[in-house]
């Protein structure tokens, strides 16, 4: 897929939407095209944590409902370079890992899986128990690449926004191998 295509971002109701401001900010640096949705859980803990509402966020060029199967993100002919679910909850990965599609952040999952694109799940729970194991697993044997909202610290960040937001340029990592990230810090 071309490099101007958007990527679909999955927002779903884990703890951490720090991560997602903070990978908000790094794809807006980056020219990098968002096409959101949001589950009703991701909508609440956006606005416990954040107080805002999602369409207030900023960088995503369209948004869908999470219930509308015949949007675009629902098919396979449609021009996605992949997608990310950040921040992904335990119920999420477990929809992910088993091709179950309830909502359209599940059914864009299983599509970024059979088209073989890009699949990036920043999953987020502590301490995680077998079934959460088994399905990270499952997911990363279907291609998905689990990228877990864990900041590194050796760089010292002076903020918990800092380590989010180096840790959000290991995501773009992820998403896009070919982004020569500007401002990105690389341990030398
Ligand atoms: C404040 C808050 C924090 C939560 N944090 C997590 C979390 O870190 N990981 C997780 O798997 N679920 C978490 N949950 C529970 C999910 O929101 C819940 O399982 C929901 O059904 C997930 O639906 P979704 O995957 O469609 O967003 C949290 C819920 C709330 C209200």
């Not at 180096?166 to 992820?174: E, F, G, I, N």
Request: hydrophobic share 45%.
């Amino acid at each position: 897929m071309p490099a101007d295509y958007p990527f679909v971002l999955g927002i779903t109701g884990a703890t951490g939407m720090l991560f997602l401001h903070a990978f908000l900010k790094v794809a807006r640096e980056e020219n990098v095209s968002l096409h959101a949705i949001i589950s009703p859980a991701g909508r609440r803990v956006l606005e416990l944590e954040s107080g805002v509402e999602a369409e207030a966020l900023p960088g995503i060029e369209r948004w869908f409902a999470a219930d509308d199967f015949a949007a675009t993100p629902s098919s396979g002919s449609s021009c996605y370079r992949g997608m990310v679910i950040l921040p992904c909850t335990m119920g999420t990965l477990a929809a992910v890992a088993s091709g179950f599609s309830i909502n359209l952040i599940h059914r864009a999952a299983a599509v970024a899986l059979k088209e073989r694109r890009r699949l990036v799940l920043a999953v987020r729970e502590t301490p995680l128990g077998r079934t959460h194991l088994q399905n990270m697993l499952m997911a990363h044997d279907a291609g998905a690449i689990i990228c877990p909202t864990m900041p590194g610290y050796y760089l010292k960040p002076a903020s918990l926004e800092e380590a989010a937001e180096t840790w959000a340029w290991r995501l773009l990592d992820q998403l896009d191998p070919e982004l020569e990230i500007a401002g990105r810090r690389r341990w030398k």
